[in-house]
């Protein structure tokens, strides 16, 4: 039993209007799979992984099998998280959206539940709501669930993995003999088993399979980069590409927390989302990255999972995940619905075994990608520059402007090279803020390297003792980072908590570019051109 066109659903046209109105073409493997076993009133277990689809697999039937005329609650779905929870009742609703006066209300912890109350007290036909709160007004006796006929746990193993098997099983208890069980999950565990074998008649089990969701759509590369290169390399791929959204993954919280603010100072707006912000916290982070407010999100596997934000240009593996699975999970934030997307992964050296394991999960072969240099960058901002010129050209209202360059052209200049000194002025302008003319040093204002009389000059760095930093760190990072020679590198001064280093005076703008805001012994530095 499968269907393969949505015309093919048994279902009412106000739902399949709704499907054509939101763009979906073709059911997805899980729905054409799930869907009429559901229809029919079976049992069914869903085995697939994120990003497949399964929101509609249970909500288009679940939608199907309402009365809307009756007076009671007729489906409850349970999901893991209050994000999910919402992010499922916005899919339900697009998928009633022709339909008459259906109400479907979220429950969850963290909203006043009086508002709950009262949302409960009126004509309700679907409740979706998180285990602690449902559990709430399964006690209360806010919501009865005794004659319901249609009961869906969503992402189940990852409610299980929250520690929530006590409450479902709880909730579970307040159903009816009869009640339909649905349970969609990523994997398959003891747990799932266990609840499918208390719960369940007879259930369909239904797994898709893995082959089939490695989103082909999804470009994967590794790139493989010294750990303390990883946020340069992150801001040059988003810099290059002009990517607007990336999802910066990171296995624990506490890295994301460390890396939030190396972000934010390399001007993008960035924030993290990590199991100990609190949900207030959560929803704003995600309304911002839903509106385009933010340029990366800095995420855990937890955190993110479930997540359904289209656009997102990018995701950044800053670890490998421990579990290849994760993997999967992570990428496939990004390409979804049809679209295309990147995924990159961090690597530094000796970590090709984990890199196989997910190989492996993935099917794939990973190719490596150099990290953008310095040069691409900047002629994707000179591109961008360009574009500006050009829009502003479409744009007109150029004559006063015209008037001008006649003034020189007069002069003999082409308009040509009027318009070249205009661009030199602005990407002069850009990179001017980055370079401090040397004024320190010897009675002429210039520092001469008593070695070799070159003209130098001096760069401070702010780490020193402090940080254990030597005078090898120096010569190390400087020479690693641009390229130059070690021995050209002059004095180093090593102080409590700055140094100051003294370099060819016609490296220093490059050396500065590189090195501020980059990293000596993991600690993450300032550099400029030192001002005595
Ligand atoms: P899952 O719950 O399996 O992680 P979702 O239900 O969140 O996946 O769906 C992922 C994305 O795919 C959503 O943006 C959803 O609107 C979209 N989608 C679902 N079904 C289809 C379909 N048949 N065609 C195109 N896009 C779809
Ligand atoms: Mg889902």
Redesign the pocket.
Known sequence: MNITT?SDLQSRPEIKEA?SD???????P??AQCIPHILEGRDVMGQ??????????F?IPALEFLDVDAKHVQVLIMCPTRELAI??TG?LL?LAKKMDRVQIIPVYGGQPIERQLRALRQQTHIVVGTPGRVIDHLKRGTLQIGKMGMIIL??ADEMLNMGFREDIDEILSYSGEDVQTVM?S?TNSPGIRGIMQNQMKAPQMITIDKKVLAAPAIEQYVVEVRDSMRIEAISRIMDVNNYNLGLIFCNTKRMCDEILTDVQSRGYRCDVLHGDITQNGRDKVMSKFRNGQLDLLVATDVAAR?I?V?NIDVVFNFDIPQDPENYVHRI?RTG???RSGTAITFMAGRKQRSLRNIERQVKTKLNFMAMPSLKEVEASRVEGMLTEVEETLQKGGLKQFVEYVEILTAKGYSPAEVAAASLKMKIGAEEQQEIEVPVNGNGNGQLVNDRTGELMTRLFINVGKNRKIRPADIVGAIAGESGISGKSIGNIEIRKSHCLVDVPADKARGIVKVMDRNQIKGHRIMCKVDQM
């Open positions: 949505f499907i939101m763009g979906f073409e073709v059911p997805t899980v729905q697939a992984q994120t990003g497949t689809g399964k929101t509609a697999a909500g992010q499922v899919e697009s969503d992402e969609f990523a479930g359904d289209e496939g979804r619905a049809g």
